[in-house]
């Protein structure tokens, strides 16, 4: 089992910067692929950002704005939003995937105002 809890999510103005946190905890492998979902109002879940390894990839929104990145040591997933504009504002939550099992967290909200 692999627990976890995101954190850093809240309120910017478009232009503004947030970063997310996901502590990992349980039997979390530095194999397992991590990422990002996120889920607007009314819309369906959406693919944002994932990481294996060293590779990472990005939806074409986000390119250039957001950076995923994994401190092993610390089992903590973090996506520096950069740039943030009124679409991005969403529901935001981690996913790990390990040995085929998937794992989610319990969401964090993200509101961009202009």
């Known amino acids: 089992q692999v627990q976890l809890v995101e954190s850093g999510g809240g309120s910017a103005q478009a232009g503004g910067s947030l970063k997310l946190s996901c502590a990992a905890s349980g039997d979390i492998f530095s194999t397992c692929e991590m990422g990002w979902y996120r889920r607007a109002p009314g819309k369906e879940r959406e693919w944002v950002s994932s990481i294996d390894g060293h590779r990472t990839r990005y939806r074409f929104s986000v390119q250039g704005r957001f950076t995923i990145s994994r401190d092993y040591g610390k089992n903590t997933l973090y996506l520096q939003m950069d740039n943030l504009n009124i679409e991005d504002t969403a529901v935001y939550s981690c996913?790990?995937?390990?040995?085929?099992?998937?794992?989610w967290g319990q969401g964090t909200q993200v509101t961009v105002s202009s």
């Open positions: 996913w790990a995937q390990c040995e085929g099992d998937d794992y």
